[in-house]
């Protein structure tokens, strides 16, 4: 079984301002991992994904993660915020080899403030 | 089509009234999922179809639930005698299938129990 935990349900920062989104997950087996952002009455839309290889991803809008084995996180980071970041941000895992379902996070909702 | 889109975007109906959401996959995807969303919560896996495969059902809430899907088209989820509970955002997403691809959703259907 896999499992999900964003730490955070909610990050208020300033604009300009770094953020780290935290994600961790629990598997068994070898994971693809992905971040997804949803904004406001929208569907979800796929930020980056870590499938192998280079365990730093780069994705859209400035965002990228870094999956770290050992601590069995993907956390989510962008340098410098804007006011159109807000949006509710989810993580999802996805089991190798085993179960095509993905396992999606809680969600965190950032916040950017101007 | 471009995307996936879904049907109805948005639903009110009474409860005990049965309803019904439609979702139109990605053109060549084999794979299709039905998640729920309640207010302020992840997104809850309901059913995953691959192909002409036995859809897993492992998510299905309740005996009230259904869902079909002919081959690799269209995928219906059916709700019979609504419940206050079952007020969400239903969310179709679709992939390749194998777990090598991420997945693309549909902007959901908001329905609304009352």
């Known amino acids: 079984a896999q499992s999900v935990t964003q730490l955070d349900s909610q990050v208020p920062v300033f604009e300009e301002a770094p953020v780290e989104l935290r994600c961790n997950y629990s598997?068994?087996?070898?994971?693809?991992l992905f971040w997804y952002v949803q904004y406001p009455n929208q569907g979800l839309q796929l930020l980056l994904k870590?499938?192998?290889?280079?365990?730093l991803v780069k994705g859209i809008n400035g965002f990228e993660a870094e999956f770290n084995k050992s601590q069995t996180s993907f956390h989510l980071r962008k340098p410098s915020v804007h006011i159109s970041d807000t949006a509710e941000y989810f993580c999802?895992?996805?089991?190798?080899?085993?179960?095509?379902?993905?396992?999606f996070g809680r969600g965190t909702s950032l916040i950017v403030h101007p | 089509g471009a995307g996936v889109s879904q049907s109805p975007s948005n639903k009110v109906t009474e409860k005990g009234k049965d309803v019904e959401l439609r979702c139109d996959p990605i053109?060549?995807?084999?794979?299709l999922y039905w998640y729920r969303q309640r207010l302020g919560q992840g997104l809850e896996f309901l059913i995953y179809?691959?192909?002409?495969?036995?859809?897993?059902k492992s998510g299905l809430p309740s005996d009230r639930f259904s869902a079909e899907r002919t081959g690799e088209s269209v995928s219906t989820l059916t709700i019979q005698r609504t419940q206050q509970e079952d007020s969400a955002v239903y969310l179709c997403?679709?992939?390749?299938?194998?777990?090598?691809?991420?997945?693309?959703f549909g902007q959901g259907t908001r329905l609304t129990v009352v």
């Open positions: 999802a895992v996805l089991a190798s080899g085993g179960s095509y379902i993905p396992t």
């Open positions: 053109s060549g995807h084999t794979a």
């Open positions: 179809f691959q192909g002409n495969s036995a859809p897993d």
């Open positions: 997403a679709s992939s390749l299938g194998g777990g090598f691809g991420e997945a693309f």
């Open positions: 598997s068994s087996v070898s994971v693809y």
């Open positions: 870590y499938l192998s290889g280079s365990t």
